[in-house]
């Protein structure tokens, strides 16, 4: 048996903030953010929309493309590093805003490979017959953590959800049919929110020194991320027995145009068959894969019988992929 997605759905805000808006903000420019990460704009969500809602209509839109109801969903995995609050989760939540019966649901920080592991997850738990159906969330409000004054982050990330509904599939060639997953604590502090948890707890010092945005040593992270997009990208096709000629799309996390470039290379994948959304929304860390995937879906570019390749690397460090045939 197969666990196979049956629905997706994704959520962006409204409001724009293009680099030309950015260049007024702090010293930057358009060409350096171009050249340098892919981003020409990223969306940024109302301060009074926390995760569950921005999360809401991607959910529903999901549950509805596998023609389910909110009552069908045995159980909700939500990947966020921006969740509603510490406790209680975004998945509990999200629940009660759609709807759902009484199902077990948890939040679990991946970073950007969140999606990825929920995805794993959650084909165990369909061939462990703890649920049928599950509704895997990916939620970002970066903007809310980022530091405003601090040009060598703030440029980089955005705002948005992204969902999908997962059950096993009928047709045994349909589904998941590869998988990798890997994590290292060792470089944990290149990309990290210090404060704020048992470690940090907020105090005046904390929230003067901005310990409570985001901080990211930006080479270092590059350098771990090639090498872990090619290893999670490599071992999951080998996972999946494909081979990477036979492979039809591959959708990479959306940090860094150059990263997703040097991922291709290395794949010898050319670039007319890679997912690219970084230009519009930035990084939308855990929700950059599944809103690309939304997107392919409904444009049509992925086709029945396609193989795509979700891969990821983020915070932790965590790194992973998913061999998915359509
Ligand atoms: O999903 C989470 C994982 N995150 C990532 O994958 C991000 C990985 N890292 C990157 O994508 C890149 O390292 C960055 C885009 C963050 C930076 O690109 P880079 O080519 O590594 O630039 P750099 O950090 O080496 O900085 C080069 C210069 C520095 O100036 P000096 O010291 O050479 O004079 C920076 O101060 O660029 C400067 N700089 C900026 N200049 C204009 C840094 N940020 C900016 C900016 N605008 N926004």
Redesign the pocket.
């Known amino acids: 048996m197969r666990t196979r997605i049956l629905g997706t759905g994704s959520n962006l805000p409204e409001k724009i903030l293009t680099n030309a808006d950015?260049e007024k903000m702090?010293?930057?420019?358009d060409e350096?953010?171009v050249s340098?990460?892919g981003i020409r704009e990223r969306r940024v969500v109302d301060e009074d929309i926390p995760s569950s809602e921005l999360a809401l209509p991607a959910a529903r839109q999901a549950i509805d493309g596998a023609g389910l109801s909110p009552e069908d969903i045995d159980a909700i995995l939500v990947a966020t590093v921006t969740p509603d609050m510490a406790f209680p989760s975004t998945a509990c939540l999200l629940q009660n805003k759609l709807g759902c019966r009484q199902v077990p649901g948890f939040d679990f920080s991946a970073?950007?490979t969140g999606f990825i592991y929920g995805l794993i997850l959650a084909d165990s738990l369909i061939k462990t017959g703890s649920a049928k159906h599950i509704l895997v969330v990916a939620v970002e409000e970066l903007t809310k953590i980022v530091n405003w004054e601090d040009?060598?982050?703030?440029?980089?990330f955005g705002d948005g959800a992204g969902a999908a509904v997962v059950g096993p599939s009928e047709n045994d060639d349909v589904g998941i049919v590869g998988k990798y997953w890997s994590g290292d604590g060792s470089v944990a502090d290149y990309?990290k929110l210090p404060a704020g948890g048992s470690l940090m707890p907020p105090s005046q010092k904390t929230l003067d020194e901005k310990l409570h945005t985001l901080h990211?040593l930006?080479?270092e992270?590059?350098k771990t991320?090639v090498r872990a997009m090619e290893e999670a990208s490599v071992e999951g096709l080998k996972n999946a027995n494909i081979d990477v000629e036979d492979l039809d799309w591959l959708i990479p996390?959306q940090?860094?145009i150059?990263?997703i470039e040097f991922t291709a290379k290395r794949l010898k994948m050319p670039m007319d068959r890679v997912i690219i959304t970084i230009d519009k929304y930035g990084?939308t860390?855990a929700s950059s894969v599944p809103i690309a995937l939304d997107e392919a879906l409904k444009s049509g570019k992925i086709k029945h019988g396609d193989d795509v390749l979700l891969v990821a690397?983020?915070?932790g460090f965590t790194w992973g992929s998913n061999v998915i045939r359509f």
């Open positions: 950015l702090v010293d930057t420019s350096w953010i340098r990460s970073g950007c040009r060598s982050t703030c440029v980089l990309l990211m930006g080479n992270t590059f991320a996390h940090a860094n150059r990263i990084n860390s690397f983020g915070a």
